[in-house]
């Protein structure tokens, strides 16, 4: 009876689904700080995320992800999202590493054209989303407080969810994006809640004698 019980109730397919909404409820508490003004995106940065997540979500797809892609169609929506919204509100800039993510990112899809090979696409995607995220790595571990807890909590539980629509342990195609996310994630989150800001220099009141 299993085989005739539709999509959406089956396990991973359900799995998948909840990882990719709350994947894409993380991308919120973000897209508020930026209509209230708190926060100020760097337009090229999100452009890269946009492109890198096109490419990995194109490759996975392709290298036989089905229950597990709608994680990574949330990381194709969410930075898109930003970045239309840098337009107005964002600052410009090209970082060494933005045009590093860009060529990797190229590069992946050159090199999936060229050999056919969903499989080199995916790394050489991940390789240039992994690069991306190495700074905000490094922010969440010297400046934990300029990153959001409750975005980056929810991008890891939705890692976490994702992990339990894998219906095919054996396939690194399918298992190396959820994995991947996972411990970017799982890294950030854990740095935020057990690193601590650090402490203002004290600066004594005018009054102070």
């Given at each position: 009876m299993i085989k005739y019980m539709p999509e959406?109730?089956?396990?991973?397919?359900?799995?998948?689904?909840?990882?990719?909404?709350?994947?894409?409820?993380?991308?919120?508490?973000?897209?508020?700080?930026?209509?209230?003004?708190e926060t100020t995106p760097n337009r090229a940065t999100w452009l890269i995320w946009t492109l890198v997540g096109v490419m990995l979500g194109g490759s996975y797809y392709a290298g036989g992800a089905t229950d597990t892609i709608w994680v990574?169609?949330?990381?194709?929506?969410?930075?898109?999202?930003?970045?239309?919204?840098?337009i107005r509100r964002g600052e410009g800039g090209w970082t060494g590493i933005d045009k590093a993510c860009l060529f990797t990112a190229a590069a992946s899809a050159f090199f999936w054209w060229f050999t056919g090979s969903a499989l080199i696409g995916l790394c050489l995607s991940l390789l240039a989303d992994v690069m991306g995220a190495a700074p905000t790595v490094v922010k969440a571990f010297r400046r934990p407080e300029g990153e959001d807890k409750l975005s980056w909590t929810l991008w890891a539980l939705s890692g976490l969810i994702n992990l339990a629509a894998i219906d095919d342990w054996a396939a690194f195609s399918i298992v190396a994006y959820p994995a991947y996310m996972l411990i970017c994630a799982g890294?950030?989150?854990?740095?935020?809640?057990?690193?601590?800001?650090?402490p203002r220099p004290y600066r004594p009141d005018a009054s102070e004698p």
């Open positions: 959406i109730f089956r396990m991973t397919a359900a799995a998948g689904w909840l990882a990719g909404v709350l994947g894409l409820a993380g991308f919120i508490p973000y897209i508020i700080s930026i209509i209230r003004k990574a169609v949330s990381y194709v929506a969410g930075p898109f999202i930003i970045f239309i919204l840098s890294t950030v989150t854990a740095l935020l809640y057990l690193r601590h800001p650090a």
